[in-house]
């Protein structure tokens, strides 16, 4: 009997565990390891995660970048065009040097 109500026990632990590292993790997105918030406030204004991805070479993991938009676009090229405020941000996983970069 004691076994019974330890396993049940022990499942509504986890459970309990499982929901709240959810709920820790809510309002964030991941790449590559990175984490960055769903949204971000700049000048005032609330700006959105559009896009984010992790850049490699070979088979190491270099970059993660994101971009903010205050209004989501169509296409690429909406995006590039409209006067808006927008956030790139890069997150360096390795050392590198600006002349590897460009």
């Given at each position: 009997m004691r076994t019974l109500a330890g396993r049940i026990g022990a499942r509504w632990l986890v459970l309990g565990m499982v929901l709240a590292v959810g709920t820790a993790q809510a309002g964030q997105k991941q790449v590559g390891g990175v984490d960055m918030p769903d949204s971000l406030t700049l000048q005032g204004r609330r700006i959105a995660l559009a896009h984010m991805q992790l850049q490699k070479r070979l088979f190491f993991k270099v970059y993660v970048w994101s971009l903010y938009l205050e209004n989501q676009p169509?296409?690429?090229?909406?995006?590039?065009?409209?006067?808006?405020?927008?956030?790139?941000?890069?997150?360096?996983?390795?050392?590198?040097?600006?002349?590897?970069?460009?």
């Open positions: 169509r296409s690429a090229s909406e995006a590039i065009a409209s006067n808006s405020v927008k956030r790139l941000h890069f997150r360096f996983l390795r050392n590198i040097s600006r002349e590897q970069l460009v």
